[in-house]
């Protein structure tokens, strides 16, 4: 069994467009919304069926390298919510069942920089400033 501390993922927002592959090679976009546990949150325009296998190709920046980062994760439909607002969208939860080490690795740093990023901005904006 896999340890399961490496398969948790942070609880945090993570809103960007992604690209969703089924195993039919179809592609569909999607708006990541956030990460949870063992997986993701995202919208999407087109139905997806429960227990379906879809490969989640996105890419992060690294703004502490200064580049942009494709990551991979394969996951597994676990629920699909039509949306009323907006209307004809659908959320989807997607479990994440396979991501390699370094894609994790560029996930979890990306994660962090934006939490710094975000704690700065709130500082910016309550008047703390900060060195």
């Not at 546990?37 to 703004?63: C, F, K, S, Y």
């Amino acid at each position: 069994m896999p340890d399961e501390d490496q398969d948790q993922l942070p609880r945090t927002a993570w809103e960007q467009e992604i690209r969703l592959v089924r195993g039919t090679g179809d592609t569909v976009s999607a708006h990541s919304e956030s990460l949870f546990q063992r997986g993701l949150a995202v919208l999407v325009d087109t139905p997806l069926m429960t227990g379906e296998i879809v490969d989640v190709h996105a890419v992060v920046p690294n703004h502490e390298a200064h580049r942009l980062e494709p990551i991979h994760i394969r996951c597994q439909v676990s629920y699909l919510v039509e949306l009323t607002r907006p209307a004809a969208r659908f959320r989807a939860g997607l479990t994440v069942t396979h991501m390699a080490p370094a894609d994790r690795e560029r996930l979890l740093a990306f994660v962090r920089q934006e939490a710094r990023r975000r704690q700065r901005q709130r500082q910016r904006m309550s008047g703390q400033g900060g060195a």
